[in-house]
T-cell receptor, first 108, second 115 residues
Framework: GQNIDQPTEMTATEGAIVQINCTYQ??????LFWYQQHAGEAPTFLSY????GLEEKGRFSSFLSRSKGYSYLLLKELQMKDSASYLCAVGSGYALNFGKGTSLLVTP | DAGVIQSPRHEVTEMGQEVTLRCKPI?????LFWYRQTMMRGLELLIYFNNNVPIDDSGMPEDRFSAKMPNASFSTLKIQPSEPRDSAVYFC?????????????FGPGTRLTVL
């Protein structure tokens, strides 16, 4: 089975940096995914890690440590439009098991 | 491409009624997933198909739920009879088998309310 934990809510200031953590325990693993979901909308893909280390994509970066069952999503130069829910998901085969998501509020 | 298409976008029904949700995946995608999202339980995988064949339905809550994929461009999720606890947003997603990973593309969802 899968157990995926991430904080429920976070608040950060426009222009700042925020790190959203995710820990997981899994019986099968073929990658760690991050999705963004704005209120009332569908989740959209942000990043994928399968090897340990940092993947950078513009203002967003994602880190993975498989031995620790740990990942984080780093958002730099926060913008108001980054207010959304961020979902951590563990890949198992072709399926994804999602955490409950972290609701991020960016304030002026 | 139009993306994943779901219908209806909103459904309000009474307890005991049959509900059918529909999904058209992105053309060429060979995986289709059905999810349910609630505040309490988050985004849960219900069932997924590969080349129209159900691969894993262990997430389907009970016998009241059934899903079919008669062809590569259409899938249905049926609830019969519906109950108030089935109220949720139901998402369909599709993906294409890739070399390293398969990114899932989500439809806009169907918001189901069972009274």
């Amino acid at each position: 089975g899968q157990n995926i934990d991430q904080p429920t809510e976070m608040t950060a200031t426009e222009g700042a940096i925020v790190q959203i953590n995710c820990t997981y325990q899994t019986s099968g693993f073929n990658g760690l995914f991050w999705y963004q979901q704005h209120a009332g909308e569908a989740p959209t893909f942000l990043s994928y890690n399968v090897l340990d280390g940092l993947e950078e994509k513009g203002r967003f970066s994602s880190f993975l440590s498989r031995s620790k069952g740990y990942s984080y999503l780093l958002l730099k130069e926060l913008q108001m439009k980054d207010s959304a829910s961020y979902l951590c998901a563990v890949g198992s085969g072709y399926a994804l098991n999602f955490g409950k998501g972290t609701s991020l509020l960016v304030t002026p | 491409d139009a993306g994943v298409i779901q219908s209806p976008r909103h459904e309000v029904t009474e307890m005991g009624q049959e509900v059918t949700l529909r999904c058209k995946p992105i053309s060429g995608h060979d995986y289709l997933f059905w999810y349910r999202q609630t505040m309490m339980r988050g985004l849960e995988l219900l069932i997924y198909f590969n080349n129209n064949v159900p691969i894993d339905d262990s997430g389907m809550p009970e016998d009241r739920f059934s899903a079919k994929m008669p062809n590569a461009s259409f899938s249905t999720l049926k609830i019969q009879p519906s109950e108030p606890r089935d109220s949720a947003v139901y998402f369909c997603a599709s993906s294409q088998e890739g070399v390293f990973y398969n990114e899932q593309f989500f439809g806009p969802g169907t918001r189901l309310t069972v009274l």
